[in-house]
């Protein structure tokens, strides 16, 4: 499994948009890249994946480069209510004979100060 | 639809007893995963099962085991309870077990071992 490297805190105004970059050096050609927020207290929640390129959705945009070697979850115009801790995942989608699991890093604690 | 239902959400016992834990995954989903969370160790994977069949496990003692039932809820045991077993345990459900879909995870139960 890849292994990821993230900041261990962030800080950001309210309004402001965060760009929060994962590395993986070692990412697999059949790996994906997912994010997932977690409030304390509470289960990880999954926010966004993609395999190359930009995905956006209601809640976020991931950009991931040519060589996906890192990638960037980028929250357009935070609130107080996105301080939470962000993980970023990377793995294969399925290995056969069934060696699925979720690889949780250290996350991103993302501070939002109004 | 209903989310991932664990219970209980809190629990205390005493060291050297043993604690089941339950996870009632979304309608539908097969896999149900199960994620201990420690502030010094994070998220760490205990075990996947998938249509009743464990599928992958961890780095935990055999003092961590689980079962899935038929209608693919869960159960996790842990025997001779150790303070270090102090802990939010989650589950998570998905569809098939696959990285590249989307996991969803109960809120977890907090156990304290005394």
């Known amino acids: 499994l890849a292994k990821t490297t993230q900041p261990i805190s962030m800080d950001s105004y309210e309004g402001q948009e965060v760009n929060i970059t994962c590395s993986h050096n070692?990412?697999?050609?059949?790996?994906?890249i997912t994010w997932y927020q977690q409030f304390p207290s509470q289960g990880p929640r999954f926010i966004i994946q993609?395999?190359?390129t930009k995905v956006t959705n209601e809640v976020a945009s991931l950009f991931i480069p040519a060589d996906r070697k890192s990638s960037t979850l980028s929250l357009p115009r935070v609130s107080l209510s996105d301080t939470a801790v962000y993980y970023c995942?990377?793995?294969?989608?399925?290995?056969?004979?069934?060696?699925?699991?979720?690889?949780f890093g250290k996350g991103t604690k993302l501070s939002v100060i109004p | 639809k209903a989310g991932v239902t664990q219970t209980p959400r809190y629990l205390i016992k005493t060291r050297g007893q043993q604690v089941t834990l339950s996870c009632s995954p979304i309608?539908?989903?097969?896999?149900v995963s199960w994620y201990q969370q420690t502030p010094g160790q994070g998220l760490q994977f205990l075990f996947e099962?998938?249509?009743?069949?464990?599928?992958n496990k961890g780095n935990f003692p055999g003092r961590f085991s689980g079962r899935q039932f038929s209608n693919s809820r869960s159960e996790m045991n842990v025997s001779t309870l150790e303070l270090g077993d102090s802990a939010l345990y989650l589950c998570?459900?998905?569809?098939?077990?696959?990285?590249?879909?989307?996991?969803?995870f109960g809120q977890g139960t907090r156990l304290t071992v005394v």
């Open positions: 099962y998938f249509s009743e069949t464990q599928r």
């Open positions: 993609g395999y190359k």
């Open positions: 070692n990412i697999a050609t059949n790996d994906y």
């Open positions: 998570a459900s998905s569809l098939e077990g696959r990285t590249d879909t989307e996991a969803f």
């Open positions: 995942l990377v793995g294969p989608a399925y290995s056969g004979a069934g060696s699925y699991q979720l690889t």
């Open positions: 309608s539908g989903h097969r896999s």
